[in-house]
């Protein structure tokens, strides 16, 4: 069983950053690849970005974030973080983290219904 608990949201004018952190309950925090999802107001959850679950592991992006973004982990901190950069407004959306404990493949890591288990999200908002 693992329990997250992102952090780090809020409203910020388009062009700036946010750092989101999402902490992990438990001892096996290093067993899970993690990822980061966000659902925008009448759209469907989007990956967003993922991690391998060794330290230093391969990371992966959505073509929309690619090159702003940047997921990476702290695994003796049992925390993954998601720096955000010259965030836009399409950017708006309730930002989850996500556990996985078994990826067959590359594309299962930006798959939302692959996932085990979700933290309860944090709003980021970006205004014009």
């Known amino acids: 069983q693992v329990q997250l608990v992102e952090s780090g949201g809020g409203l910020v004018q388009a062009g700036g950053s946010l750092r989101l952190s999402c902490a992990a309950s438990g001892r096996t925090f290093s067993s899970y690849h993690m990822g980061w999802f966000r659902q925008a107001p009448g759209k469907e959850r989007e990956f967003v970005a993922a991690?391998?679950?060794?330290?230093?592991?391969?990371?992966y992006y959505a073509d929309s974030v690619k090159g702003r973004f940047t997921i990476s982990r702290d695994n003796a901190k049992n925390t993954v973080y998601l720096q955000m950069n010259s965030l836009k407004p399409e950017d708006t959306a309730v930002y989850y983290c996500?556990?996985?404990?078994?990826?067959?493949?590359?594309?299962?890591?930006?798959?939302?219904?692959?996932?085990?288990?979700w933290g309860q999200g944090t709003q980021v908002t970006v205004s014009s």
């Open positions: 996500a556990a996985l404990k078994t990826a067959i493949t590359i594309a299962t890591m930006t798959r939302a219904a692959d996932y085990d288990y």
């Open positions: 991690i391998a679950r060794w330290s230093g592991g391969s990371t």
